[in-house]
Every structure is written in structure tokens, then in C-alpha cells.
């Protein structure tokens, strides 16, 4: 009789994450947080370490069709920067690894670089050492970053309480259709090589989708304020996913309002044109890099007219449940659908 097979794609990657984590024991007093958060964190003194890694490859993170190599390395290093901010945290140093086909040249390389140290030098992080090793296909490129916070103001996913009031920064949905956007210039192109891609009347969109920014400034605005989140993590799988991950890690519910999420307006036109939902963009649309947090009622006052804070809803008792209330205030149960890599 034949061994059982269960295909990876029947677990999605949270399922996969937690069943590889179920076997795996931390032992070291030092460990303070391991698998389960943006970022682990290691005891170092009177403060801790923030340690993240993330893997990219091309054909599956990435498309060279339209993604030119120094946006590749900028936002090899900022997704990874954003796990660090989503610990409330502040990014030190990285190390770059990366597997390279002979398709590649010097150059190409190069260029590359050019917009990893480009991140380096936005964020403030040394590149401190990495790997370089032979690829049979496509680029890979590994990242890992190191960060820095006094133990007592790390946020971790687990710290939302009822009533908390839930915040989203910036706007979301951009990546998602900027995605699609290059998608189907790229189309257009394969079947036409002298059609020129129509790229310049989506600027927010395709610039969210290829070059992200993590949002290290409303970290520093944070700790000006003398605020830290019950609960933070990065939105980087869609909104609701992630509104899932942390009623899951605090055992808590949500409420959100349709009429307080943030999306811009040239991702709501071209969500449009392009007959997609806008509030499912913002919803279910991974990769903006916004951060995803709650405060405790008592904060509010202090972030109450920040340009690009929004307070999205709030959590509520667990058996309340998660909802997204429509604009003609309606309840609807939120479905998190997320990026599903398997």
C-alpha cells in the first residue's frame, strides 16, 4: 500500500508554515519570539534583535519583462525592512544572498546592486555579507534583516485587545492592480513587439507594484509620539488576511468600515477600467508594504490627525467574530483570501 500524499497546495502556505513550526522547539532562553511573527527576536542585552528573511525568485515574485533589476534589488531589501518596522523596530544591517544563471552578466549584476545599495543608503542598513552561488534557471535573491528595539516597545501580532482601535497607514489596492496592469501591457507587447507599453497613466500603481517603500517613517513618528501598537504587522498578503493573523495571535474579532479604508484614487479608476472591485483590491491585494496596527483608545488623540494614519475599525470580543461593514451599513463576515503561493 502507498504512503499517503498530501499536496502542499491542500495546506496554502500559512497551513505549511504552521505545520513545519507544530515539531519545531525553541530552546535557548535568548529565542524570545520564533516562527509565528513578522520577525523573530533574540535577547541582545538591554535591548533585543529582529531578525526576517525573505526569499524572491524570478518568475514567481518577480517578471525582468517589466521589472527593471535595480527595482529588483530596491525591493528585495524593503520588504524585508518592512517585516523589521512591522516589530516597531529600526533596521541596522542585511546580508544578500543570490543564485545567478550564466544568462546573467557583470552588468547585470550590477545593476542589480545599484538598487540594493540604493535601499541601503534610504533605510540606513549596511550590507554586512551574503552568498553568491550558480542558478540551473532563473535569479534568486535571499534577504535577511537585522534590527534593533528596547524589548518593552517590540509589537508583536498577539497584543490587540477588545476595543483597540484598528489602523491602517497609507493606501492599499495599488500593488495588486499595478500588477495587472504590467500584466497585460506584457500581453500586449508578446503579441505585438511594436505595440509601446501605455505605462505613463499609471504611475501609482505600477511604482507600488515595482518599486515598494517600507514604511519606516510612521516607525520613527510612532516613537516621537510615544506610541506602541498593542499589535503590528505589515500587509504584504492583503488586508483581511492579515486582520486574520492577528484576531488569530490575540484571540480577538474585528469590525472595519468600508468607508474608512484608504485606497488612492488611480487605483480605484483603473481597479475600474480594468472590472475589478476596488474594495477587494484593498481588501484581498497583497505586496502594498503598509503597516497594519492597533492602539489602545487612550492614543488616539495623539494620532487623530496624522495625513496617513487611518482607523480603519476595531476589535471586538472573539465570538463577535471578523466583519467588514458595507457602506449602506450592512455586516458582511470578512473572507481573507490573500496571496496563495502554493
Not at 495587472?180 to 500586449?188: P, S, Y
Not at 511604482?207 to 520613527?220: C, E, F, K, S, T
Request: net charge negative; aromatic share 6%; glycine share 8%.
Amino acid at each position: 500500500m502507498s504512503e499517503k500524499r498530501t499536496e502542499i497546495g491542500d495546506l496554502g502556505e500559512f497551513g505549511l508554515i504552521d505545520h513545519l513550526s507544530e515539531k519545531i522547539e525553541v530552546k535557548n532562553p535568548s529565542s524570545l519570539r520564533g516562527i509565528g511573527d513578522d520577525a523573530a527576536v533574540i535577547e541582545a542585552g538591554d535591548h533585543v534583535k529582529v531578525v526576517t528573511t525573505d526569499l524572491l525568485l524570478e518568475g514567481v515574485h518577480f517578471d525582468l519583462s517589466y521589472a527593471p533589476l535595480p527595482h529588483v534589488g530596491f525591493k528585495a531589501v524593503a520588504v524585508n525592512v518592512s517585516d523589521v518596522a512591522a516589530m516597531n523596530a529600526i533596521p541596522k544591517q542585511i546580508t544578500v544572498s543570490i543564485a545567478l544563471s550564466n544568462r546573467f552578466s557583470v552588468e547585470a549584476v550590477d545593476a542589480l546592486y545599484s538598487g540594493i545599495r540604493a535601499a541601503c543608503e534610504h533605510y540606513g542598513v549596511d550590507l554586512i555579507g551574503g552568498d553568491t552561488t550558480a542558478s540551473r534557471s532563473g535569479l534568486v535573491i535571499s534577504v535577511t534583516a537585522i534590527g534593533e528595539a528596547k524589548k518593552e516597545q517590540v509589537s508583536y501580532r498577539n497584543g490587540a485587545k477588545v476595543n483597540d482601535i484598528l489602523c491602517a497607514t497609507g493606501d492599499l489596492g495599488a500593488a495588486l492592480v499595478g500588477l495587472q496592469i504590467l500584466e497585460r501591457e506584457k500581453q500586449v507587447f508578446l503579441a505585438n513587439p511594436d505595440m509601446k507599453p501605455d505605462l505613463d497613466k499609471y504611475p501609482v500603481v505600477t511604482g507600488r507594484q515595482l518599486r515598494p517603500d517600507a514604511r519606516m517613517d510612521i516607525i520613527h513618528e510612532l516613537k516621537e509620539a510615544g506610541i506602541v501598537p498593542t499589535s503590528m504587522m505589515d500587509i504584504s498578503d492583503g488586508l483581511a488576511s492579515e486582520i486574520f493573523h492577528i484576531c488569530k495571535a490575540s484571540n480577538v474579532g474585528a469590525t472595519i468600515y468600508e468607508d474608512k479604508l484608504p485606497i488612492d484614487k488611480q487605483t480605484f479608476d483603473t481597479a475600474v477600467e480594468l472590472n475589478m472591485d476596488p474594495i477587494t483590491c484593498v481588501l484581498n491585494g497583497g505586496e502594498d508594504y503598509e503597516l497594519l496596527f492597533t492602539i489602545d483608545q487612550k492614543d488616539f488623540a495623539k494620532l487623530e490627525k496624522h495625513p496617513d494614519i487611518h482607523f480603519i475599525g476595531h476589535m471586538t470580543k472573539p465570538e463577535e467574530g471578523k466583519f467588514l461593514v458595507t457602506k449602506s451599513g450592512t455586516a458582511v463576515p470578512l473572507k481573507a483570501q490573500g496571496w496563495k503561493h502554493f
